[in-house]
């Protein structure tokens, strides 16, 4: 890595920060947590006042509890020790793990990229809108998918040794694994990076098992307090299998619905501790789906629609929160500017497939201007699917070129997630720091 490259990372990143920290000081105390973030901030409430994860009832009762993931709120939790426990400091945070984002982009494009296609991506990911309008949210999605960015460029880090890139890189995924347990899937895809430069298969499945172990590893002492404090046990948090059985349900179209709607099956209706719910809920799931597999299948379109279809997180989240700042007026023109962004940000990514060096580049232009096309059209969901496949019909070089890897790699690994369980536009957000650091890929280094 250039002195260059390094100077475009700290300007791009300082960028990124004064931006998010500008969006920062218009919602502080005008913002206050809802939905999910209403929940992460109760528990880091409670983290903070040495009570750990666990949840009071309205008759009096305390639970240890673990239905969310607990990464987001201990971060919160241990800031608010120092700092109070005011929803600005979360704010900050996001900021600044955007920051971070944006400078590890910057330096994963570097590895494969001219200087020109570093400063893309550094522009892209500090001015991404989705991802700047998001800072104020005090929710996940973004802030892990920026962690897996992070994590990529520990990985590829040229000055440091193997062993420090496999522990550092697997560090880094198992917080993001904490913060979304479904970002262990990505911890394979940074893995492989370690070897990027000459990836020979059997090297490159070594360090990605090795980062994953890594990433597991940290998350097995919170493990092992879920086994001991609920009722059964719980890898990172106890909702997989209640989300299972939603994405069962032609009900929700492709997205969340209540169970009050759905109806909890009859034999989970005496379980009452979290681990057991969601246990049974898991269970009552895959029945449903070994008794009517094509039905469940046929979900699997609406799942992924909802989830890159609509790329209005930020618009709905803001209005949510305080709708006499943010009115119906407002809600949709940053909805429309958010969805742009997106848009915009999956046809440079399409483009920059389509550039790298590699085999089968005529057929990549042509799945590039499909991807493009189907981009700026209703069912936009097809892009994200066809930038998979440019993707793979570069074949292994892919590898060579970390931020092409990781992008590609965190749209299937989403796509995958959503398709099983069920979908929302904000978690496209997981994806989306990686597929805007591939934008950068549009300057290929033809030397590399």
């Avoid at 049974?280 to 469940?296: N, T, V």
Wanted: net charge positive; charged share 15%; proline share 6%.
């Amino acid at each position: 890595m250039s002195h260059d490259a390094r100077g475009i990372a700290t300007r791009c990143g300082l960028l990124a920060l004064v931006v998010r920290l500008a969006v920062v000081a218009v919602a502080a105390g005008r913002l206050p947590p809802v939905d999910d973030a209403t929940y992460y901030q109760i528990v880091a409430e409670r983290i903070a006042q040495g009570l750990g994860y666990t949840w009071a009832w309205p008759d009096g009762t305390v639970t240890f509890a673990a239905n969310y993931p607990v990464g987001y709120p201990a971060l919160l939790g241990a800031l608010y020790v120092v700092t109070g426990a005011r929803p600005v400091v979360a704010m900050v945070l996001n900021a600044v793990v955007g920051a971070a984002a944006t400078y590890a982009g910057v330096l994963l494009v570097s590895r494969a990229a001219t200087r020109r296609g570093a400063l893309l991506a550094g522009l892209v990911v500090a001015l991404e809108p989705a991802l700047v309008l998001y800072t104020p949210a005090l929710m996940t999605e973004a802030f892990a998918g920026e962690l897996a960015v992070v994590g990529a460029a520990v990985a590829t880090a040229p000055r440091w040794n193997y062993g420090v890139r496999v522990v550092g890189s697997g560090l880094v995924c198992g917080v993001a694994t904490l913060v979304r347990p479904e970002l262990l899937l990505f911890a394979p895809f940074v893995g492989a990076l370690v070897h990027f430069r000459a990836p020979a298969l059997r090297r490159v499945l070594l360090a990605a098992l090795a980062v994953t172990a890594v990433a597991f590893a940290v998350c097995l002492p919170w493990t092992a307090r879920n086994c001991a404090r609920l009722d059964r046990c719980a890898f990172v948090s106890a909702n997989a299998g209640q989300n299972l059985l939603i994405g069962t349900s032609p009900l929700g179209k492709g997205g969340w619905v209540g169970l009050d709607r759905m109806g909890v099956p009859a034999e989970c209706r005496s379980e009452f501790g979290e681990g057991g719910k969601d246990r049974c809920f898991g269970r009552a799931a895959r029945r449903i789906i070994r008794a009517d597999a094509p039905a469940w299948l046929a979900l699997v379109p609406a799942k992924l629609a909802m989830t890159f279809n609509y790329g209005t997180a930020a618009a709905y989240y803001l209005s949510t929160s305080n709708p006499a700042l943010v009115g119906e007026r407002a809600k949709l023109g940053i909805g429309a500017l958010e969805l742009l962004g997106q848009r915009v940000v999956l046809v440079l990514a399409a483009a920059a497939l389509a550039r790298l060096p590699g085999p089968r580049r005529r057929l990549r232009r042509v799945v590039a201007v499909a991807c493009g096309m189907l981009a700026l059209s209703p069912p936009a969901w097809l892009a994200f699917l066809l930038l998979v496949l440019e993707g793979a019909l570069v074949g292994r070089s892919l590898l060579r070129m970390p931020a092409a890897w990781l992008g590609v790699g965190a749209v299937a690994v989403t796509a995958l997630t959503h398709a099983v369980f069920f979908g929302a536009g904000r978690y496209a957000l997981v994806c989306l720091p990686a597929v805007a650091v591939l934008s950068g890929m549009l300057c290929p280094d033809r030397k590399d």
